[in-house]
């Protein structure tokens, strides 16, 4: 029995430095290669000795596959392939290859500029790294080589994001990173073939969240805002610079424009011009009422947003200020955030998910004072946490598994309580393994490859007249149709031909042998009521039945006790006039034999299912209570 392996380096039972090993059908692939925005040490990246602790690293990878631009699933990619040593084929999708670096070298300059890091990538390696990215188009199939292949579906989450699909001869593993299973403002939901791989690798950041109406937390959002900058106060929203900060633009500036408000709304660094390119450029990844307007009206100029000036921090008044990064480990929005902290009338919304260790974390924990930098803050700010987070709820991540029907199901990037939870609920649910390995435990899953058979064109047309009779019939009459294949399965192990299925004629034609049919019978005593009547009227009333019972097959009639529909027969016991009319007064009690009517129906094997039916109905409608 063959197996696949998945190990993972960093996500497993955490969520940051998105990192797993992944070896199926004798390939080895690492998908994403992320680094930990709670560490500033060599912990932030993943232990890439897993990998090969010896030799070349390219000998040993097939390839690398980054699912989206996030810094926690591909900040690490210049440090492995330029300061670690990789050459090999790096995939991911073409907004992704044009996004990934201008976030890498925002990170190499806080990391390297600001912090004075030295054991760091350089702005070169980075370009270095890019040179080595092959982009991937959207449903496209890349053969890495003779035997992998790789194809992108669509992730929602931000702009770019993919899920893979790893296939290797027979056995295939899909790869979500992160993805949404509800369209926003300018993306559109993830989805994906029913493609039921072996192994399914999800992301579970929010396993046991079920999230409430979008339009309440709108709401909830527009209020909260509205109220500070009335009483004069600031309020930080720190944000990634693509994604969720697209999304809340969007909803502040109609709601500005429909309030006519004037307090003033800015965004960091201009990365609204930034983002306003890419989303240009790559207007097919946005959602259809984005793609509708993009002729006549570009949804990302804002007007009431304007770019922000690091002399603003200090300016008295209501501000609105969007500041990266998202979860306040570092860059503008922590500066902002060190500078406002101190006053009750401002508000710091945190829109998404932030890790442990991140300044972000420590202030939704409730802390009241922070060491930042060796220095003590203290928080008096407002502090509110509302989820407009692109990751997939508990529903949503249910919902997927459904969509792609996998045999098996591995959860990453997540909390490990949490995991244990939708790990029990996956298998009571779907019935199928489910495992969540932490960093460094390799997930071992047992695959039975299918085998291929041909079969042949008189089987196929068979079937196919039977699924049109049982696909036309009314739904309450469909298992009357619904017959099982009957067929025989032919291996010729000496021309090295695959397994074939044949009809039983053909089989016993090729073998030059007679067929032996398979009779099956039951009788049933019918009801005192029905023992009164005629033969032949009580065969007219049967044949009528079964006219509404089998609507489009034939009904035949050989004799006046004879009946029968496709291959099954009915006949019609008679009994004599003083053993019917002893049948009546006499009531028989049930499970007693009765000296009334029979009728008896036979069926061959292929049969059995239809015949089955159609015996609990005459049974229903005519037999005594035996």
């Excluded at 046991?208 to 929203?237: A, M, P, Y």
């Excluded at 007007?303 to 209501?318: A, C, N, R, V």
Aim: charge should be neutral; aromatic fraction near 8%; hydrophobic fraction near 40%.
């Amino acid at each position: 029995m063959a197996e696949i392996r998945a190990t993972p380096l960093g996500a497993g039972q955490d969520v940051g430095r998105s990192c797993i090993l992944l070896s199926v059908g004798g390939k080895n692939i690492m998908l994403d290669c992320g680094m930990h925005m709670g560490y500033n040490d060599p912990r932030r990246f993943p232990d890439f000795s897993y990998v090969a602790e010896t030799g070349s690293l390219t000998a040993h990878l097939d390839c690398v596959i980054i699912s989206h631009f996030h810094l926690d699933h591909c900040g690490a990619l210049p440090y492995f392939s330029e300061m670690v040593g990789y050459d090999g084929p790096i995939y991911m999708t073409h907004p992704t290859k044009a996004i990934a670096p201008i976030l890498l070298e925002d990170y190499r300059k806080i990391s390297v500029d600001k912090k004075g890091e030295t054991d760091f990538f350089t702005s070169k390696m980075i370009k270095d790294c890019m040179e080595k990215v092959r982009g991937v188009h959207l449903h496209q199939i890349v053969q890495v080589d003779s035997t992998l292949s790789i194809k992108a579906y669509y992730a929602g989450h931000v702009l770019g994001a993919a899920m893979f699909e790893i296939r290797v001869g027979q056995q295939s593993v899909v790869y979500t990173g992160d993805y949404n299973m509800t369209p926003d403002r300018h993306l559109g939901a993830a989805w994906i073939d029913k493609c039921r791989p072996d192994l399914l690798i999800t992301e579970s950041t929010y396993a046991t969240t079920i999230r409430d109406s979008k339009r309440c937390r709108e709401r909830d959002f527009l209020k909260s805002v509205h109220e500070t900058v009335e009483k004069g106060g600031k309020v930080l929203i720190p944000v990634f610079a693509l994604g969720r900060a697209q999304e809340l633009c969007i909803l502040l500036e109609s709601f500005w424009e429909r309030m006519n408000l004037k307090a003033p709304i800015y965004f960091t660094t201009g990365l609204t011009e930034k983002a306003n390119h890419y989303y240009k450029l790559f207007v097919d990844w946005t959602n259809q009422n984005i793609k509708k307007t993009f002729v006549h009206r570009n949804m990302f100029e804002f007007k009431h947003i304007k770019p922000f000036d690091q002399s603003y921090m200090k300016e008295p008044g209501p501000m609105v200020v969007f500041a990266t990064p998202g979860m306040l480990h570092a860059g503008q929005s922590l500066n902002i955030f060190k500078a406002w902290a101190g006053c009750e009338q401002n508000i710091v919304i945190i829109p998404g998910y932030c890790v442990q260790g991140t300044v972000g974390n420590k202030v939704l924990s409730g802390q009241k004072r922070i060491e930042i930098n060796h220095k003590m803050i203290d928080v008096k700010m407002q502090v509110q946490y509302m989820s407009f987070s692109a990751h997939a709820d508990a529903k949503g991540i249910m919902q997927l598994i459904r969509m792609c029907q996998p045999r098996h199901v591995m959860l990453v990037h997540g909390e490990g309580e949490k995991m244990e939870f939708l790990h029990s609920k996956i298998e009571q649910e779907f019935g199928i393994p489910c495992s969540y390995p932490a960093n460094g435990e390799t997930a071992v899953i047992e695959t039975s490859p299918p085998i291929p058979v041909d079969v042949s064109a008189c089987l196929l047309k068979r079937q196919a007249t039977l699924n049109t009779q049982y696909t036309s019939a009314p739904p309450a009459k469909r298992p009357m149709y619904n017959r099982p294949v009957s067929a025989v399965l032919t291996v010729d192990p000496d021309n090295g031909a695959r397994p074939k299925l044949i009809s039983l004629d053909e089989a016993s034609k090729t073998l030059g042998v007679k067929a032996h049919d398979v009779q099956f019978s039951s009788t049933l005593c019918l009801s005192s009521a029905h023992t009164t009547l005629a033969v032949d009227c009580l065969s007219e009333q049967i044949k009528a039945n079964l006219k509404k019972w089998c609507p489009g097959q034939a009904v035949q009639q050989s004799a006046a006790d004879h009946l029968s529909v496709g291959g099954i027969n009915l006949q019609i016991k008679a009994a004599s006039p003083a053993a019917a009319a002893a049948a009546v007064e006499s009531s028989p009690a049930p499970g007693a034999s009765s000296a009334g009517h029979k009728l008896v129906v036979t069926w061959p094997f292929q049969d059995n299912v239809a015949a089955t039916n159609l015996v609990k109905l005459l049974r229903d409608t005519y037999a005594n209570n035996s």
